[in-house]
């Protein structure tokens, strides 16, 4: 019903800076918000960043504030996650997430993720 499509991932330097991409197609009208989660090898996936569609006020993790910023562009359907001063603790999978609220209740929505790495 929803699908998401993420680009932008990539090798970057300590330091350095990445912008991702999530473009979502589908029953769009339905989407609540939209977040970015991680995984490393060995870790939980963790919340990164969340906006809410209609609104735009955003959530994040402690680990991340003052160097990403979450964003998105209604009109494109599109959601963004820009990566500043990146460390090598965030090299992990990135995933784009949906979730819908509609009769019938929560509904989650998942992208295929994205590498990011940070090494020097």
């Known amino acids: 019903q929803v699908q998401l499509v993420e680009s932008g991932g990539g090798l970057v330097q300590p330091g350095g800076s990445l912008r991702l991409s999530c473009a979502a197609s589908g029953s769009i009208s339905s989407i609540n918000h939209m977040g970015w989660y991680r995984q490393a090898p060995g870790k939980q996936r963790e919340l990164v960043a969340l906006i809410i569609i209609s609104g735009g006020s955003t959530n994040y993790a402690d680990s991340v504030k003052g160097r990403f910023t979450i964003s998105r562009d209604n009109a494109k359907n599109m959601v963004y996650l820009q990566m500043n001063n990146l460390k090598p603790e965030d090299t992990a999978v990135y995933y784009c997430?949906?979730?819908?609220?509609?009769?019938?209740?929560?509904?989650?929505?998942w992208g295929q993720g994205t590498q990011v790495t940070v090494s020097s």
């Open positions: 997430k949906a979730r819908s609220f509609r009769a019938g209740g929560a509904y989650d929505y």
